[in-house]
């Protein structure tokens, strides 16, 4: 795994870093992730071959493109992304947004949420609330808290280490496999909880909790819900 303080690449099993002598274990534990659970995934756990339109279904899953950004047939009802809008790589985290809101911003904060009071129902596909529709047109949209809750229930959730990021490895019943980095979140001008948690939007409001909120699916290094 690599040494989050000066980079270098240690082989699994060891505890200390080669170079500086950090304690990788409590480099596993400060970033919230439970050494029972710990993986090391090599590059060939996240790398899906591709393959033409027609599609074939194997360990790796059905991979194909939809507007030229690739997704993996899990088995599932929908199909998934095989990075997060606004990323290349699985690792990668991506751009991160308001809920309701389709561009990116240089301050999160409730003072400037343009969704804030929205009186509205499911927002997936409505390329003016749902920035994967607006981005990456196609058929491409936020997943419903009920795409979510299957995507708990039917897969296998894996804690691990990707190219040296941390989240989830989610193998669905076809074989097939995404990652989900622990992204972490926008707090006003500020990244926070990158490699420790991760918060995902939903397209569903939560109309319990006033307008202007949404479901979502959130993971840290114990649990996720």
Not at 31 to 60: A, Q, R
Not at 70 to 94: C, M, Y
Not at 188 to 213: C, F, I, M, Q
Request: glycine share 12%; charged share 25%; with cysteine.
């Amino acid at each position: 795994m690599k040494c989050i303080k000066c980079k270098t690449e240690n082989q699994r099993g060891v505890n200390f870093c080669v170079k500086c002598g950090t304690d990788l274990k409590e480099q596993i534990e400060f970033c919230g992730i439970d050494p029972e659970h710990y993986k090391d995934s090599t590059d060939e756990d996240f790398e899906p071959m591709v393959y033409p339109i027609e599609g074939m279904l194997c360990n790796d899953g059905l991979v194909d493109h939809i507007n030229g950004h690739r997704f993996v047939d899990l088995g599932l009802s929908v199909k998934w992304s095989a990075t997060n809008l606004g990323a290349t790589a699985p690792q990668a985290f991506g751009s991160y947004y308001a809920w309701g809101e389709t561009k990116v911003k240089d301050s999160y904060k409730l003072s400037n949420s343009i969704a804030a009071g929205l009186e509205v129902d499911c927002i997936k596909g409505n390329k003016e609330y749902d920035a994967a529709r607006l981005e990456w047109g196609g058929t491409w949209r936020m997943p419903t808290i009920e795409e979510i809750m299957e995507l708990r229930r039917v897969c296998s959730w894996v804690r691990c280490v990707y190219k040296g990021v941390y989240g989830v490895k989610i193998t669905g019943p076809s074989g097939g496999r995404i990652f989900l980095p622990a992204a972490g979140y926008r707090l006003e001008e500020s990244l926070r909880g990158a490699g420790d948690v991760a918060y995902y939007w939903t397209s569903t409001p939560e109309k319990d909790e006033g307008n202007g909120r949404a479901k979502m699916l959130y993971f840290d290094g114990n649990r996720h819900k």
